[in-house]
């Protein structure tokens, strides 16, 4: 059996008056972080993003991805990175959300070197996924704080 709106019975609140704290997604991406924040999570990046470019290896096998994937993973990622630095750079929160991304593509990259024979796996390897964890962890905290 339906009920009507003047069947049901009153409530003590009206749930059109409850007013909600939460920001909206558009808001909270668009909301000022600090210009250390921004510092140390552009920082971190040029820093550790260099050193795990720098401990790879040449390809064993480069023909492991048609050359229009690797393309297309590289592209992904330099987008991602232009994202962050736009977003650092302007001091909004979506710059650590781009960067949370970024950080995870990267983690990404750093699994399928070596699985999928691109490289042979190697010491170099654990020094690159130690910098692509670390970037992972550094913006979830950034992002926690902001």
Known sequence: M???LEERPHST?????????RPETREWLGQQISGQLALIVGASWYVLFSIAVALEPTADHPEAFP????ATIELTLLGLLAVTAAG????????????????AWFVAMAVACPVSG???F???WYGQMACALG???ITVAALRRS
């Open 118 to 120: 691109h490289h042979s």
């Open 67 to 70: 050359a229009w994937l690797a």
């Open 135 to 137: 970037l992972v962890a």
């Open 2 to 4: 339906r009920t009507t």
């Open 13 to 21: 609140t009206d749930d059109r008056d409850v007013v909600t704290t």
């Open 88 to 103: 650092l750079i302007t001091r909004r929160r979506f710059g650590l959300v781009a960067a949370l991304g970024a950080a």
């Open 122 to 124: 190697g010491a170099w």
